[in-house]
């Protein structure tokens, strides 16, 4: 039987949880209830129950990363796409614009963790540029370009269907910079796109910012690892095999092969 | 033969849709010339934008190199004097101007992915017409490392300005470089000038080529086969160097020859302008050298940074390649669920601020933030002045106002028309079209405005007999419009 006490204790252990920049090693009292969540299981039940209430799930609790919570759908803490990529009024394009900044946050992600290890490895920090992000997406639209010239038949998207044009043909199209009149980057490039995600990542807690260079350089912390681990990627892939467009792999990383044979 | 198999057979080449989308590319350089004409700001007819647009391309893809291109205000300086050289008389202000609206409308801006669309058709393998869409771009712009903007020509643009591109880059080279050699040699300077330059074009073409290719690497090392490939094309492309040094340094001589014996002054300064275009060519080369020597260099710091790693822990998704790679496959309307997904999944919480009154008086006492380095650009429409749509001059507008005028005694449209026609035959009309629109005169319209009479006509049944209008000879009075207290009262 939970006493108020007890309670209140796994309260505060998620109120930790919603303070991304908050760690358990800067907080004695956040490290001694990361430690009792890892010890009483009791105690891990009534956290899981009481964030479960608030519709919240808890990823992870860890030493490194402290309390990693995820919205549940429809719960006041969720972030809708639409209010963060809230910028065009046509459906169509609003659609574009939701893929681009999904991509773009994938891609990040992708950058951070290049190879399944790294992801898996809870030591390791990956480190990803504004320049780097963008790239690795351009990269990955020129092979898709090479291979879709291979292929024989005209590929070209259809003028009247627009929602069926291959997601990469729009990013490709997407200029990555384009000079403002007051010399700012404009935010509906591409470039703009990965310099407001790898903030707002910065803001949740998820990335450092290192420097300025190469348009910002931030690394991983802990928290994105378990939160793109234990959620994001499986989340998305679901969405891919139902679509029946992956096939599950072997784990040794599929980079070096689709890349390598176009190159030639 | 069906309609089928011969629409098929003329159709499904892909010849054609290649010099469909050949001619594509020419279209916002006509599209210049024809726009010209309703530009606001300055007469531009005298400009010859298609001309001034092709010689942007070539600033802009002459300052192509490895690192950065030139940014918008070089080229405008670049533009200046040829474009002046089309208006002698008109203002620099002008000129400016010009360059900027020419540079602008290659880039295309104002649209979101700054870049062309033409639609053109093609047939597919069961005879099935259909439009696709064609998109390019002329110049594109990139940040440089340093977060200036600037331009590079697509290649689509050196298509355009080339010509015929589908050929295999470095045998083209060498085709050029023949050519000129010939050339000199029969003394013809003003077409090695030519060819010249378009060995130039080439060289930086095959520099952009190599470039691509050094970005990818130094982004994915594991991208690259180390052990034949990559050493394979450093050493062709060293090679290729190698004997473009020694033909360039061979043509440089003969021409610097050439150019010292000449008498003619106009040849001497052609052979002149021949060896800035070689010793530039020259130059271009010596800077890819060193980009090629550097890259070992790069691939050893990547291989490094990224080889080691411990055996796998546990089984994960692989991101780039079962994530990112498929969605970047799909089309839109399918990658928007996966995308959301994984946005859902990354993002974390957001914390639902509950403002407290003592911080929120304090917040709203806080000065405003400084403006955030990336907001969207306002682009500034270009607008068009609208047609003009009036068909009658003000003075015929005056000169109907004057013969309507009939406040004393009604008047018979006939004679109206008669003496309209004395004074403009064009005026016949108008005074016609009014009288008929009077004919259910719009008061309330007329008191709302604060008119203080109306033209009034009522027809009487006398047929109008005229040559020109037909209908009832209607009788035209004007009418004051009596504001009184019980509103309005019209009275003739």
Known sequence: MSRPGDVEAAARLISFGMRPKQLPGRDVVYADLVRRYGEDSAFKQLTNAVAAGLGLMVLDVSTQAGAVLAATDESVFEIKMDSYARQSKIRERRDTEKVLHGLVHLAAAALGYPRPDDLANDTYIGRVTVEQVDGVVREACRILDERAAKAEENNDPLSDAPELEQAWRAYARRPAAAATKDGRLASDTTRGMVARALRFLAEQGFLVQVNTEQGGTYRTTPRYQVQVRELAADSAFEELLELGVVSVGDGAGTLRPSISDTLS | ?492
């Open chain 2, 1 to 492: 033969m069906r309609d089928a198999d011969l629409i098929g057979a003329g159709l499904a080449d892909e010849g054609l849709a290649r010099r469909l989308k050949a001619l594509a590319c020419t279209a916002p350089l006509h599209d210049l010339d024809a726009r010209k004409a309703k530009l606001d700001w300055a007469d531009a007819t005298i400009y010859q934008m298609a001309e001034i647009g092709l010689h942007t391309i070539d600033q802009v893809t002459i300052a192509m190199d490895f690192d950065t291109g030139a940014d918008h205000h070089e080229i405008v300086n670049r533009l200046r004097p040829f474009i002046a050289a089309q208006a002698p008389g008109r203002a620099k202000d002008e000129h400016e101007r010009v360059a900027r609206w020419v540079l602008d409308n290659l880039i295309n801006v104002g649209t979101a992915d700054r870049g062309f669309r033409r639609v053109y058709g093609s047939v597919d393998d069961r005879g099935r017409y259909a439009r696709r869409a064609f998109d390019f771009k002329l110049l594109v712009e990139l940040a440089a490392p340093d977060g200036e903007v600037y331009l590079r020509a697509s290649d689509e643009a050196i298509n355009v300005l080339v010509g015929a591109l589908d050929t295999d880059v470095e045998s083209a080279q060498i085709a050029a470089e023949v050519k000129l050699e010939n050339l000199i040699n029969r003394g013809r300077l003003a077409d090695a000038k030519l060819a010249a330059e378009q060995a130039r074009y080439r060289t930086v073409q095959y520099g952009e080529t190599l470039r691509a290719k050094l970005d990818a690497t130094r982004r994915d090392v594991r991208a690259v086969d180390w052990d034949a490939e990559m050493p394979e094309l450093l050493d062709s492309a060293l090679s290729h160097i190698e004997s473009r040094f020694r033909a360039e340094n061979a043509i440089l001589k003969n021409i610097t020859t050439a150019r010292d014996d000449a008498e003619d002054s106009d040849r001497k300064r052609r052979a002149a302008e021949l060896v800035d275009i070689v010793g530039d060519c020259i130059s271009r080369h010596t800077q890819l050298q060193s980009r090629l020597q550097a890259a070992g260099a790069i691939f050893r710091a990547e291989q490094d940074r990224q080889q080691f790693s411990g055996p796998p822990q546990r089984a994960t998704v692989d991101l780039f390649g079962q994530l990112l790679v498929p969605t970047l496959e799909l089309p839109i309307a399918d990658a928007v669920r996966p995308a959301e997904r994984f946005f859902h999944g990354s993002s974390g919480l957001s914390v639902p601020a509950v403002p407290a009154l003592p911080s929120l008086v304090s917040m709203l006492l806080r000065p405003a933030p400084e403006r955030d380095k990336v907001v969207g650009e306002i682009p500034e429409p270009e607008l068009v002045p609208p047609e003009t749509l009036d068909y009658y001059s003000d003075e015929q507008w005056r000169q109907a106002d004057e013969l309507l005028e009939l406040p004393d005694v009604p008047r018979r449209l006939s004679g109206l028309i008669a003496e309209a026609r004395e004074l403009d035959p064009q005026l016949a009309r108008l005074v016609a079209l009014r009288a008929v629109h009077s004919y259910s005169p719009e008061v309330g319209a007329a008191v709302r405005q604060g008119d203080d009479r109306a033209l009034l006509a009522v027809d009487d049944g006398t047929p109008l007999a005229d040559a020109e209008f037909g209908g009832a000879d209607l009788l035209l009075a004007t009418a004051r419009i009596d504001r009184g207290d019980e509103g309005e009262e019209v009275s003739a």
